[in-house]
């Protein structure tokens, strides 16, 4: 049945992004139909279920390209001994005994939560990347059903590491990777790998053949921290994304997550195979590892994205922080006004195409019919020209009060419809303690 998103101000995005006042998005099933002046379009859809959107401005949904479900459950934990002082202590005193104490509950519960975060703030699109070394074989198949619960659309790998047994988790990705196949627009896999200091030579090699064979690409940490670049330098005489590419790794479908420690040559090599760096300044921030050099991977023409790693499922607030670091950063005023929105709006958009083969991130006739309605009364004149402004600065702290995927209506009035998040939330204060306990033994 086709639904009227009507009297609010539609924003396309898209290459020539327009700005449409008292506009309407009609929806038909899992694609949009028409979008135009309100009036129009209820002259033209007389039989279209209306919804109001006055007082809101309607998006295309959110895409996350790089996320850490099974981290939900740290939150608020207190971690023993002495704080870590680096990102390898953060690493093995804190992610990789989380990962461990998951169970089959906990697995699900840690996705459906941030899912219901994702509803919140209207993400609909996410890339994950996701460890349980002692639920390993079938936790992917958790994690999709608590996707296709919440109703939104997700790419799902397991971090592959030598760090419990060689090369674990590689069987896992295998068969996720089999069972799913080419994909179904809303489910689609990748193979997942920790990253270049966590894996032999020979586990990275089994990987990239299952990728290959399969046509999917590789998700990866890429020198996040000083530490993982030293490794490979020390170990393979090469820096970490040299080692990567010699071994197969790069390339068009794949996922290159951080390269804050990557020289020039690195970079080169980077936009020359076409591989995609995803950016997340917020976890950087947190783990004190560093800065991505944004500007200078943008120049070289590499595809960077945008992530929260874990951090959150707010993507507005990942592209403000993006804009304030690297302004920051550079000691610049002048810079990351443009290539902030543009890692969150267009690239992420192109990422997510070559993942699920959908040209999501624009409201046109035809495309995907996933939004993101949010509450909005610009307090300034919004046309396309600052369009920009209005993001940064007040969209950025808007709430979403409707979100939408694959044409179903996920969240309405601020109520999530495809997940009980009373119950679960409430379920999933009961597990952590057990979980956190769990771990302290670990
Ligand atoms: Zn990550």
């Known amino acids: 049945m086709a639904t009227r998103f009507e009297d609010g101000i539609v924003v396309t995005l898209g290459e020539n992004n327009r700005v449409l006042w008292n506009a309407a998005v009609v929806t038909d099933g899992e694609r949009i139909a028409a979008l135009g002046d309100s009036s129009e ?8 279920k209306p919804v109001d959107c006055s007082g809101k401005i309607i998006l295309p949904g959110f895409i996350c390209t790089h996320h850490h479900f099974y981290s939900t459950m740290a939150r608020g934990m207190g971690i023993p001994g002495e704080p870590a002082e680096n990102f390898v202590q953060i690493l093995e005193r804190l992610w990789w005994k989380v990962d461990r104490a998951l169970d089959e509950e906990s697995i699900l519960l840690s ?38 619960q919440a109703g939104l659309r997700a790419s799902l790998c397991y971090e592959v590491s030598d760090r419990n ?9 295998e068969r996720f ?31 990239v ?38 071994l197969g790794l790069t390339g068009e479908k794949s996922i290159f997550v951080h390269c804050v420690h990557v020289d020039d040559a690195e970079m080169d ?9 995803v950016h997340n300044p917020e976890s950087n921030m947190n783990n004190a590892v560093g800065v991505t050099p944004l500007l200078k991977l943008l120049k070289k023409g590499v595809l960077v994205g945008l992530g929260t790693d874990g951090m959150g499922s707010d993507m507005l607030v990942q592209m403000r922080c993006a804009y304030l670091l690297h302004r920051l950063a550079n000691h610049d005023p002048r810079v990351a006004f443009m290539e902030a929105p543009q890692l969150l709006l267009q690239n992420n958009a192109e990422i997510a195409r070559r993942q699920f083969g959908l040209r999501l991130g624009e409201i046109a006739e035809g495309r995907p019919a996933d939004l993101a309605i949010i509450d909005y009364q610009p307090p300034t004149p919004l ?13 950025v702290d808007a709430t979403v009060d409707t979100t939408v995927c694959k044409g179903k209506i996920l969240m309405q009035g601020k109520k999530i419809l495809s997940l009980d998040e009373d119950r679960l939330a409430a379920r999933s204060r009961e597990l952590a303690p057990q979980m956190w306990k769990r771990l302290q033994d670990l």
């Open 165 to 173: 047994v060689p090369g674990g988790g590689i069987e896992e990705n």
């Open 111 to 148: 996705a459906q939560l941030p899912l219901i975060d994702c509803l919140r703030n209207g993400t609909t699109t996410i890339i994950d990347h996701h460890a349980s070394p002692s639920m390993r074989d079938g936790s992917l198949d958790l994690i999709e059903k608590a996707v296709r």
């Open 383 to 395: 046309s396309e020209a600052n369009f920009l402004g209005h993001l940064i600065f007040g969209l």
């Open 209 to 246: 053949d299952i990728a290959r064979d399969a046509g999917v690409g590789c998700h990866i940490h890429v020198a996040e921290d000083a530490a993982d670049r030293e490794d490979s330098l020390a170990k393979f005489n090469m820096p970490t994304v040299k080692r990567l590419d010699k």
């Open 41 to 48: 379009m209820k002259r033209r859809f007389p039989d279209a």
């Open 269 to 277: 090599i980077l936009a020359a195979t076409n591989t995609t760096v």
């Open 177 to 207: 990777i089999k069972k799913v196949g080419k994909g179904d627009g809303q489910i689609s896999a990748m193979m997942g790998l920790h990253a270049s200091f966590t894996v032999s030579d020979e586990t990275a090699e089994k990987c």
